[in-house]
Structures are given as structure tokens and as C-alpha cells.
């Protein structure tokens, strides 16, 4: 996630370029992501008839990814005029971003998990029933809003380095700050490579059976694995780097890595314009 240096002596200066290309980042994200995930529902409401827990989830994806765009238009304003919304707004909008990126990650991954069961072990999925498909569904929203229970508590308004007024993470002690980031590197550790073995099972046991065909699937194990790692494989670098900084305290590392953690939150950004697009068309291929 990205870290923005706050302190209270900055005096409010012209906008830096790199809240500029941020906020450029930002808009096209809201323009492509918001319509594409409202198309997504639209579709997948219409076809929520057919009880498949596949498309369940990828509506859950959708309304997560379409929760964390929407607030963009404020991160945009602030970006450029300062934040201007309040303490209790910055808690709440930072709480519910994180919410939504945990809840897309778990989605994916539990999707990979429904199809290795699914394709592999049907017996034993078809025993979980609807009722136990919606405890699940129910069970990653609650366990990624526990996972963000972090993030309200962190933020507040204050002054950055170049006098704005953002909503920014304030931590009480390095040990705090290095802490929290080791968290998110290591949930996304957890979620990239449960993902991978997921659809590395699945390839491998539909590959040896001679009732499917592997090439669709290899296809689709692609797409969703090297997105998710090209996405958001640069949070957990810029966090490392940040780490480093805060045990080195180097103040030209801490600037470094704070522009990689910008750079890092326009790509999980990006994912939430880009998931809707490849789990629509690859939506036959996941039924199959």
C-alpha cells in the first residue's frame, strides 16, 4: 500500500508533478473501472439464476473492485487541492480501500480454490452445498474487513513534504510502521501463491486427464496469474524499501521508495479497471 511522509512544519506549496501523474493515473482509472465493473453486475445479476457459485464470486469481485474506485474522485481533489474532507472521511474512505483490496485478492483466490475443487474433487465440493458457497462468500468480506480493521486507525490528516494536505499513515514508532508493512507483505505472499498452486494442481491434474483439454486452461491460468503478479508485485517491493529506509534511516532511500509506493497504488488501482475486462471474456472458460 502506499506511504505518503506527513509532518506539520511543511507550508502548502504549487501541486508536485507527482501528485499530477497520480492524479492522471486516477482519472482513467475511474473512467475505465467504474462503467466496466457496473457492466460486469448488470450482466452477472441478470445471470445469478443459474446458482453458479463461479459467477457469485465474480460478482463479489466486481462490487470490491468497484467499491475501491469509487472513492477515487476524492483522492483525485486531494491530490490536487489538498485534503479538505476531515479527519473522520479519511478514516472511513482509507478503511473501506483496504477492505476492498483484501476482499479482489481473497476473491481470486478462492476462485482458484473453487475450480481445483470443483474440476478435481466435484464430490467433495458438491457436499459444501449453497449454504456452505455462501458462508464462504460471506466469510472473505469479513475476514478482509478484519485484515483493514489497520488502516483507519493508522490514518489521519496532515501535512506531507510538499505542504499538502493529505490523508497519510502516521505511526507511533518505527517498529509500529515496519510491522504493519511486513503484514501486507506477507498476505500478499499468501494470497500470490496459494493462487499458484491452486491452478498449478488444476493445470496439472486436467493436463494428465484425458477428458479435457489443457490449452484453454493453460490460457486462463496465464492471464490471471501473471496479472495479479504484474499488478501487484510492486507493493510488497516498495515496501521492503520502505523497511529498509526506516532500519537504515536514510532519507533518500525513505523518497525512493515512497515513489514506488505511489507507483504501487496506481497498479492495484489499475487491477480493479482491469479485472472486470478479463474475468467477463474469460467467463466461458471458467464455466468450462
Known sequence: MQRDNCSNTSQFSETPPVYKASSAVLSLCFVLGVPGNVAVLVMLVRRLKEKNFTLSLMLS????????????????????????????????????????????????????????????????????????????LGGIWILSGLFALYAPVQRDVQSDQHGFQLCCEQFGSDAEEVSTLFFEILL???????????????????????????????????RIVVMFFILFIMAPFANSLIIIAVLLKNPNLTKIANVCGKISRALTFLNSCVNPFLYAFTLKYLRK
Open 61 to 136: 469481485l466486481a462490487v470490491s473492485d468497484l467499491l475501491t474506485l469509487l472513492p477515487v474522485p476524492v483522492w483525485i481533489w486531494a491530490f490536487i487541492h489538498g485534503w479538505i474532507f476531515g479527519s473522520v472521511v479519511c478514516k472511513i474512505t482509507a478503511y473501506i480501500q483496504y477492505w476492498s483490496f483484501y476482499c479482489s485478492a481473497l476473491c481470486v483466490i478462492l476462485m482458484s480454490f473453487q475450480r481445483f475443487m470443483q474440476v478435481l474433487h466435484p464430490q467433495t465440493w458438491a457436499k459444501l452445498g449453497d449454504r456452505g458457497q455462501k458462508g464462504l
Open 188 to 222: 500478499f505472499l499468501i494470497c500470490f501463491f496459494s493462487m499458484v498452486l491452486f491452478y498449478y494442481r488444476l493445470h496439472r491434474g486436467v493436463k494428465e486427464s484425458a477428458l479435457f483439454s489443457c490449452s484453454r486452461m493453460t490460457k486462463l491460468v496465464t
